[in-house]
C-alpha cells in the first residue's frame, strides 16, 4: 500500500450533509466536497474512494482528473471513513455491504444534494478498488441513471492475493507506523480500518461475487488494472469485459493498486481518450 503525504485537496471547502435514517439504518453524516461546482452545465463525475480511502486521500486527482475532462467533480468519504459518521466499534460490515452503499447509500447522498435526474443521466462514477466496485453495482442496479464508469482497480470476486494482501496490512496497521500515518485521514482510524479488513478477511466473505450483476450494466465502462497490482489479478477486469456489454479494458505496466498516485499521466490519457469516444 503506497501511502499519500497528507494533503488537502485545494479547492471547495469540505460540507457535511446528512442522510436521514430509515428501516435498519440511522442518520448518517456524510463528508463531501465540490469541485468546479458552479459549472452545472458540465457533467458530473462522482468518485468513490478504496477501502482504505477519504477525501483527503484522493489528494488533488479528481481535480486534475475534471480539468482534463470538463467536467465537475462529487468527492465524498464513504460511512466509516474520513469525518464521515463512523462505524460503530462493535458493527460488523455485512457481506453485501458494497451493494448498501451503491444502492442506498450514493443515491441518498445524489438525493440530499439535490443532483437532479438530468444530472445523474449525464453523470460518471469514478471508482477506485472497493469504490469501483460499488461503480459497477450503481450502474447495474441504475443502467440510466449515468452516462459511464471508469472502475481502477475493482473486485468482482474474492481472490486468494486480495485476501493474502489484506492480511499483511492488518499485520502492519498493528505492527509498523501505518496505523499513524492513516490516521491523518479518518476521525475515527480504527473504525475505517477494522471495518474494511475484517469483513474482507471474514470467512464468509470468500463466497463474495458480483459477476451475474455485470450483465445488467449498459453503459461505457473502462476498467483498468495495473500487472504489478498486488491486490488484485488481470482477471478482474477480464471477467468484466466478458461479461458486461460496453466494457473496455486498459493495462498498466506499472502502477499497483493506486495507478491514480503512482501512475496518474498514464492513467489520466486512458481515461479522456475513452471519456472522449464514448462522448462521441
Known amino acids: 500500500m503506497t501511502m499519500p503525504s497528507a494533503m488537502p485537496m485545494n479547492d471547495d471547502d469540505i460540507r457535511f450533509a446528512t442522510l436521514p435514517a430509515r428501516e435498519g439504518r440511522e442518520a448518517l453524516t456524510i463528508e463531501y466536497q465540490w469541485i468546479d461546482a458552479g459549472a452545472r452545465a458540465a457533467p458530473l463525475a462522482v468518485f468513490l474512494h478504496e477501502g482504505l480511502g477519504s477525501i483527503a486521500m484522493w489528494r488533488d486527482w479528481p481535480r486534475q482528473l475534471c480539468e482534463r475532462l470538463g467536467m465537475r467533480a462529487l468527492v465524498y468519504s464513504r460511512p466509516g471513513y474520513g469525518r464521515s459518521t463512523p462505524r460503530a466499534h462493535h458493527v460488523k460490515w455485512p457481506v453485501d455491504f458494497m451493494s448498501e452503499q451503491a444502492c442506498e447509500v450514493l443515491p441518498a447522498l ?135 456489454k460496453a466494457a473496455r479494458l486498459y493495462v498498466l505496466p506499472r502502477g499497483g493498486h493506486s495507478p491514480h498516485r503512482e501512475a496518474s499521466a498514464m492513467l489520466n490519457d486512458a481515461i479522456a481518450q475513452f471519456v472522449e469516444t464514448a462522448r462521441d
Open 110 to 244: 445524489l438525493d440530499v444534494l439535490h443532483v437532479e435526474e438530468d444530472e445523474r443521466r449525464r453523470m460518471w462514477l469514478m471508482g477506485h478498488s472497493d469504490g469501483g466496485s460499488i461503480a459497477l453495482l450503481y450502474a447495474s442496479a441504475f443502467p440510466t441513471m449515468l452516462q459511464g464508469a471508469v472502475v481502477i482497480a475493482p473486485h468482482v470476486f474474492v481472490e486468494d492475493i486480495s485476501v493474502r494482501s489484506i492480511a499483511q496490512a492488518k499485520h502492519a496497521y498493528e505492527h509498523t507506523d501505518l496505523r499513524e500515518k492513516l490516521s491523518r485521514y479518518h476521525a475515527d482510524v480504527d473504525s475505517a480500518f477494522y471495518g474494511w479488513n475484517d469483513i474482507w478477511l471474514a470467512p464468509e466473505f470468500k463466497a463474495w461475487n458480483i459477476v451475474d450483476r455485470l450483465a445488467q450494466i449498459v453503459c461505457p465502462v473502462l476498467a483498468v488494472q495495473a500487472e504489478d497490482d498486488h491486490y488484485g489479478t488481470m482477471a478482474q477486469i477480464e471477467t468484466i469485459g466478458q461479461t458486461a
